[in-house]
């Protein structure tokens, strides 16, 4: 039966238990502890789950693999048809809901719809890994569920590439905190990172570049004469793909346009307004090479995003549209023929026009784009959502024009901002993103209508990395801020 309008209940039974932790993050709407009660059990050594759907085994599945990742045994998966295990079924207005109940007999029952119970079982892993050192037996009675829909972190590997176990590792993150959207950010001017059958030149071209930058050092510039390259296959991204569904993540990829497509134009540069041959950008900002906004080019990107479409079942797709620089469009003939027979204002005009036909095409394979908040210049396409980064502006226009909105924030949501002094800290981008601010963020403007406000989806953190070339340094500047985001997005402002 479906998981959405079935709530189900697995069982857990533990025999001597071992254990008294009180702290899950994010904390659950509801959560009474009682150390030593009657019904109480001790959370130490966990013997066996029992569910009584089919469906349920996979959660089960998956916590056993995160129980084994902490240094715990994997525990025995048996249906549950004993009857000193009590079976509840339970309607929940939100699918992610859940609530954990210790009952007579040694047993804590999770009860929720498919989503809901894996999160229970997060917190579940939360409570055994701090009561570790800790042998009190404890009464459990938690009821929660999230105050957002999109709980998000984003990362980026096109400055730097990061293998594929370790985005196996960073969702994992994301699951325990309860996060449910992967912002994948796999194109820009600094390398291409996704296999596109169609067009081999992509990863064989745009996924390399000859060096990087030294430090900040633009004027004069300064490389390091180490070649960086790296992409993900198909079969990768798939893989990853199932991943992240068990873990209910849902994958939301980022395929940069009509700017930040340097390293798409260095493997075809006949889709530019010059049509010369370029290079992937070996230094950090933006390129003024956009991609030309005639019929071709259009076509290239669709041809790119159908394969997208096949490999990733978000309902968004995220097509970037910021920082676009003008340059080459005020210089390139064909551009403004488009402006003058669309009677388009002006260049701007010309990113909407741009990004209203990817709009279209993407609403009519049954999908939803979403785009910086830059892709309101010169009007928002009718179906596009909008992620605002530069301040809460873009949301909240989007949100008044009845849009859907993610909101990023750079003051509150930049995780590639220095979070400490300064002389102490690896080099970042700049700024001061620490820990306490992460955590006063409020995604919900107050001055929208209650009716505006239904738009703001919710909020991610967003971790670029121009200065994070290694996996220990992206788990440094990510936690524990992203504990803290976690929070504001699960919790909510009420508690």
């Not at 509150?412 to 102490?424: A, L």
Request: glycine residues 6%; hydrophobic residues 40%; aromatic residues 10%.
């Amino acid at each position: 039966m479906h998981s959405k309008i079935i709530s189900t209940l697995i069982a857990i039974l533990f025999f001597c238990l071992n254990t008294a932790a009180q702290t899950i993050i994010p904390a659950p709407q509801l959560q009474i502890i009682y150390p030593e009660k009657s019904k109480s059990s001790n959370l130490a050594n966990l013997s066996c789950i029992y569910a009584e759907y089919v469906s349920l085994q996979d959660e089960a599945a998956v916590f056993n693999e995160f129980l084994v990742k902490m240094n715990y045994p994997a525990l025995e998966i048996k249906s549950a048809s004993h009857d000193m295990i009590k079976l509840v079924l339970k309607n929940t207005k939100n699918e992610d809901e859940y609530s954990i109940q210790t009952k007579e007999n040694n047993i804590i029952e999770i009860t929720g719809s498919k989503s809901g119970v894996f999160y229970g079982l997060m917190s579940m892993l939360q409570l055994i890994h701090q009561s570790k050192s800790n042998g009190t037996s404890m009464s459990l009675n938690i009821i929660d569920g999230p105050a957002y829909k999109w709980r998000g972190m984003h990362l980026d590997v096109s400055r730097h590439f990061f293998p594929k176990e370790f985005v196996k590792k960073y969702i994992d993150i994301l699951a325990l905190h309860k996060m449910n959207t992967f912002h994948w950010h796999l194109t820009d001017d600094q390398g291409w990172r996704i296999e596109i059958k169609k067009y081999p030149l992509l990863t064989q071209l745009g996924s390399k570049r000859k060096e990087t930058m030294v430090a900040k050092n633009f004027e004069p510039y300064i490389g390091d004469g180490k070649p960086v390259e790296g992409f993900y296959t198909q079969e990768d991204i798939k893989e990853i793909v199932k991943y992240a569904t068990q873990r209910h993540i849902n994958i939301v990829p980022e395929i940069e346009m009509p700017g930040h497509a340097l390293a798409a134009l260095t493997a075809y540069p006949q889709f530019s307004c010059k049509k010369l041959p370029l290079d992937v950008l070996t230094k950090w900002g933006v390129s003024d090479d956009v991609l030309c906004t005639n019929d071709s080019s259009v076509r290239f990107v669709e041809d790119i995003l159908d394969e997208v479409l096949e490999l990733f079942p978000s309902k968004y797709i995220h097509i970037g549209g910021d920082e676009v620089p003008k340059v080459r469009w005020k210089e390139c003939p064909v551009c403004q023929k488009i402006i003058k027979d669309n009677k388009l204002k002006d260049e701007h005009g010309l990113q909407s026009y741009f990004i209203k036909k990817i709009d279209a095409y993407v609403t009519a394979k049954g999908r939803s784009i979403i785009g910086w908040d830059e892709i309101l210049e010169g009007g928002l396409a009718p179906n596009a959502a909008v992620m605002s980064w530069r301040g809460e502006e873009g949301g909240i226009a989007a949100a008044k024009q009845k849009h859907n909105v993610v909101m990023t924030p750079g003051a509150y949501c930049y995780f590639d901002h220095y979070q400490g002094n300064k002389n102490t800290e690896p080099l970042s981008i700049g700024g001061f993103t620490d820990l306490e601010k992460v955590y006063s963020y409020e995604p919900t403007p107050a001055s929208l209508s209650a009716n505006e406000k239904k738009y703001i989806m919710g909020a991610q953190a967003n971790v670029w990395t121009e200065y994070i070339p290694t996996t220990e340094h992206v788990e440094y500047m990510a936690l524990p801020r992203m504990c803290a985001l976690a929070e504001v997005l699960w919790t909510g402002a009420k508690k």
